[in-house]
DNA sequence: CACTAAACTATTTTT
DNA sequence: TAGTTTAGTG
């Protein structure tokens, strides 16, 4: 029928053409193509069904998610133009909501031209909610620890969508209530700032839809995937966003897998697979199931320990019986060593060698890790040993000062609005202006927020220069003449007669070097780098070409997509327009948007021929034929966390099972080789070196895993009481000591000649990513 | 009142 | 280690 269908196997078929109407559950194991599935099955709704795409809603977790449904739908639909997959309404949940909020914000009280707020702006909030409180005589602690809890608590009840007048009173403990305080004065404090957080964009689309359903009324059908990460909140988003349009009533498509929930500590419930069959079942809507069994990625032996470990689970679970279509299968090996640098070294030798061997490269290899802070010790080891890795951090790139910098120096340029952004500019570059001057001005911009005008910080600025207001050091005031000086300076280049490529990267230039970024703070890390100054010009280079060459998203999806348009008055213009505007201006007012929302990470070079290092939880949804997953320590994996006694059996089961979870899906990102390894001392910072002991999880039947004792150092057993980093470095620098270290076997051993070099490198290409929609086809089909 | 230098302390995962 | 908090100085 569609040739699309014909590269499914029966299963992934069943699911991809099941009936319009109803409820859909789809129970998707690692690696039995469930992104190829939900990609298939909205092709189908919209070929088949006939089903317009701007009634389609498909949410994801990931931007990366996305990005990939988008581009597999590109090669899927190439052949049928008449379907325009564009106007689909795909995205994370966080974009969508955004994107509705945009358009029905207003219905709920909402300025229309509203900011999200970055995890710094929200961690700023609430440390400055609880500066206000103490003020007030509220006795709060405001460490860095205590914003932590602070922000929990708060996020913990936006997941469930209770607001501060909806969290239940607290029994008892009196803490609870200055909880709550908090919680209500962040809140306030957002609204101040003209700023919505992460946690809102959900939250607030769900009461929204509550009030004002008709809103998304023309919704025909809702898919989700990785079903297992949803929280409460966007559970009811589900129910409301489907329920609603009478002729296509609680069409809903899920697909997930239960034992990949790993967000619970983000509020994450995969339960919510249950609830949903049970709420739908209760309404009388029809719930099917399908199970994904056949693997395309890992061998049966991966597959098998895989499976041992998950029959450990405190909570129920379905046994699954994935198949694997591998013909080679090696043994997944294990090995322990005496320390952290130890297993480094063993790591990058058995890297070395399995290179060495050309049977696989360097950029088909990721070592995941259950923490970043882990990869210290290893990147170390692979610069002494000159392996290229990278190391993919989720957004490190944007948490860099110097980009923090420009995109605060960038948003005061789009907004006079914007406090949060301008006041970062003033902390930076205004010499001699500390946090009582911070507040005299915060004052008076807060002043105009309350009497319900938009406020002006700029007009605020120019009557500090023109000397209106006491109070602020007259050094001080040279410096904001300066901040002006580059904010006006900046927007008038973004009117030059230019292109608009041109003006906003002669306005990056210009804020670069006006406010002399790279040498400040190049100074600040002259200790401990060797030539920052390079780093932070690559960072700003990079940040300046995405900045140009990024496209405009389109924003008006929503705008021609509903019906109930006359039901509705038609969100007002954000009354944030500067006196003059341009086509560059408004450019970089949507990238400053969309940053957070909808620019997908750059996971440096995907090209580059290099080791991968993450975590487990950036690795979840990718592959490696070669995967190496050290520190199973208790403390480690699992993690201390979930080894607190303090916790009630409930919980510290729930942890538990959360932590095996997360070796679950390390171990099945390997396609063929996967090694486990654990070390018996963590050589560590300041608070010591501390004994380690293997990993619970390690505690499987025989036959599991083949231990490779070699990679034990010979000697004598460690003496936990002398330092052990001086023996590490002796080890490490001395070639007669590391003579006696045996390492790994050399691969050709280990795989024996049923692999040749050549028959791999047919299946050993490195991740998802690069596969694209071509490749799996071809290569599931053989 | 702001700035600097020394002291401290905490290390999960992230839209 | 690095980011933050503090105490002491100008």
Redesign the pocket.
């Known amino acids: 029928m569609y040739q699309f269908l014909d590269d499914l196997n029966a299963d992934q078929r069943a699911a991809a053409t099941a009936p319009l109407d109803g409820v859909l559950l789809v129970l998707a194991g690692p690696g039995t193509g469930k992104t190829k599935v939900i990609t298939a099955r909205v092709a189908y709704l919209m070929l088949h069904y006939k089903l317009p795409p701007e009634d389609i809603v498909v949410a994801t977790?990931?931007?990366k998610a996305a990005n990939e449904m988008v581009e597999r739908l590109d090669v899927l639909l190439a052949q049928f133009p008449e379907v325009d997959h564009k106007k689909l309404m795909i995205g994370?949940?966080?974009?969508i909501c955004v994107r509705i909020l945009r358009r029905y914000g207003r219905l709920i009280g909402l300025n229309s031209g509203f900011k999200i707020a970055d995890?710094a702006d929200s961690r700023h909030l609430v440390k400055k909610a609880v500066k206000t409180l103490s003020q007030e005589g509220v006795d709060l602690a405001?460490?860095?620890?205590d914003?932590?809890s602070y922000k929990n608590y708060i996020s913990s009840h936006k997941n469930k969508a209770q607001l501060p007048d909806d969290v239940p009173s607290a029994k008892s403990a009196n803490h609870r209530n200055k909880y709550l305080d908090i919680y209500r004065e962040y809140q306030e404090e957002l609204l101040r700032n003209n700023v919505i957080d992460?946690?809102d964009c959900l939250l607030l689309t769900h009461t929204l839809l509550k009030k004002h359903p008709y809103c998304m009324g023309r919704v025909k059908h809702v898919l989700v995937d990785e079903f297992q990460d949803t929280n409460a909140v966007q559970l009811g988003l589900v129910y409301m966003l489907s329920g609603y349009n009478e002729s296509h009533l609680h069409n809903v498509t899920v697909v997930g897998d239960p034992d990949q929930s790993?967000?619970g500590?983000?509020n994450a419930e995969a339960e919510n697979f249950f609830r949903m069959e049970d709420y739908y079942r209760q309404k009388g809507v029809t719930v099917s199931k399908v199970s994904l069994t056949q693997n395309y990625r890992s061998t049966s032996n991966i597959l098998n320990l895989a499976e041992q470990l998950m029959g450990q689970q405190f909570g129920k679970r379905e046994q699954k019986k994935l198949k694997s279509n591998k013909k080679v299968n090696l043994p997944v090996e294990l090995f322990s060593s005496a320390d952290n640098k130890v297993e480094a070294i063993s790591i990058s030798k058995k890297i070395k060698e399995l290179v060495d061997g050309a049977v696989f490269r360097c950029s088909d290899v990721a070592i995941l890790l259950?923490?970043?802070?882990l990869s210290?010790v290893i990147e170390q080891e692979l610069i002494h040993s000159n392996l290229p890795y990278q190391v993919v951090?989720?957004?490190s790139f944007w948490e860099n000062k110097e980009i923090r910098l420009m995109m605060n120096f960038m948003r005061a340029v789009a907004s006079d609005m914007d406090w949060l952004g301008y006041s970062r500019c003033l902390e930076f570059h205004v010499?001699?202006?500390?946090?009582?001057?911070m507040q005299i001005i915060e004052d008076l911009f807060m002043e105009q927020r309350a009497h319900n005008e938009p406020g002006n910080v700029l007009a605020i600025l120019e009557g500090i220069a023109e000397g209106r207001v006491k109070?602020i050091?007259a050094k001080s005031v040279a410096g904001i003449k300066e901040v002006l000086d580059i904010i006006k300076s900046s927007r008038k280049l973004l009117l030059d007669d230019k292109t608009e490529q041109e003006q906003l990267s002669t306005m990056f230039n210009n804020i670069v070097t006006k406010t002399k970024l790279v040498s400040i703070i190049a100074k600040e890390r002259a200790d401990?780098h060797d030539s920052p100054e390079e780093e932070i010009e690559a960072n700003l280079n990079e940040l300046q070409n995405q900045l140009v060459s990024f496209n405009i998203q389109e924003e008006t999806l929503l705008q021609d997509a509903y019906e109930t348009e006359d039901l509705i008055e038609v969100a007002d213009e954000s009354f944030d327009a500067l006196a003059e505007t341009s086509a560059s201006l408004d450019k970089l007012t949507q990238f400053l948007d969309s940053v957070?929302?909808y620019e997908e990470?750059k996971d440096a070079k995907k090209t580059a021929p290099k080791i991968t290092i993450t975590?487990v939880?950036?690795s979840k949804g990718l592959e490696w034929p070669v995967v190496f997953v050290p520190a199973l320590c208790d403390g480690i994996l699992p993690?201390q966390?979930?080894l607190n006694t303090s916790l009630d059996e409930a919980k510290r089961q729930a942890a538990l099972d959360e932590e095996r979870r997360?070796m679950y899906v390390a171990v099945t990102r390997a396609k063929e080789r996967l090694f486990l390894s654990y070390h018996h001392r963590a050589l560590?910072?300041?608070?010591g070196d501390q004994a380690k002991t293997k990993s619970r999880f390690l505690n499987l039947p025989k036959g599991f895993v083949q231990s490779s004792k070699a990679a034990m150092l010979k000697g004598p057993p460690l003496n936990l009481s002398q330092p052990t980093s001086r023996f590490a470095n002796v080890m490490r620098s001395s070639p007669s000591l590391n003579t006696t270290y045996k390492g790994f076997q050399p691969a050709s051993k280990l795989t024996g000649n049923a692999f040749t070099p050549e028959g791999l490198t047919k299946i050993s290409k490195p991740t998802k990513k690069r596969l694209g929609m071509g490749r799996p086809l071809r290569f599931l089909k053989k």
């Open positions: 977790f990931t931007k994370t949940f966080h974009s995890e405001s460490k860095e620890q914003v932590k992460f946690d790993i967000y500590f983000r259950r923490a970043g802070f210290r951090h989720g957004r010499a001699g202006l500390g946090p009582k001057s109070g050091m401990k957070y929302l990470t975590t939880h950036g993690s966390y979930a997360c560590g910072f300041s608070m």
